[in-house]
């Protein structure tokens, strides 16, 4: 991975030691314009969305939001959520003509009305922490599919956890 916005692997990482390996999960420093910098790994969210907004992605590709969840029938963020939405809000302010869209997605359990209400209310929750935390509202525009847009149809616990899903592109 070469891209202008990688600084440096932190010391304490160490990528494997054939050179010719891929750096993969190796700790990086992403720079970010005006100065600033977040933490990353190889691959990571913020890794990803540093190279959307610097335009070495596709645009239109969802990046997963892995580790940011919500309380059980709730809008409610657990705590785990907001170091990656810190970093997200941050990485956003770095880029302030960059538009996003935020996705929230559920799986079919419950009814098709409630997921999408409950979709609804939750990228609701994601918008709004993330205008508290310095991102421009017009910046940001938000999706609640619910239960559509499914990546995999089976009832398997596995599957369900592919389906919800918080993302942006």
Request: net charge negative.
């Amino acid at each position: 991975v070469h891209a202008p916005y990688l600084v440096a692997e932190h010391p304490a990482a160490t990528p494997a030691a054939d050179p010719a390996a891929d750096n993969a999960g190796a700790a990086l420093q992403l720079d970010l314009p005006g100065g600033g910098h977040v933490a990353g790994i190889a691959g990571s969210i913020n890794h990803q969305l540093v190279g959307l907004l610097a335009g070495d992605a596709a645009l239109g590709e969802w990046i997963d939001l892995t580790g940011v969840t919500f309380a059980t029938n709730s809008v409610d963020l657990l705590d785990a959520s907001f170091p990656v939405l810190d970093d997200v809000a941050t990485i956003l302010q770095a880029y302030p003509t960059a538009l996003v869209t935020l996705g929230v997605f559920a799986d079919a359990r419950g009814s098709a009305a409630y997921n999408l209400k409950m979709s609804e209310g939750r990228v609701a929750t994601l918008e709004a922490y993330l205008i508290a935390h310095g991102v421009d509202e017009g910046r940001l525009e938000t999706v609640a599919p619910g239960e559509y847009q499914a990546r995999c149809t089976t009832s398997d616990r596995a599957c369900m956890a592919k389906n919800r899903r918080v993302a942006l592109t």
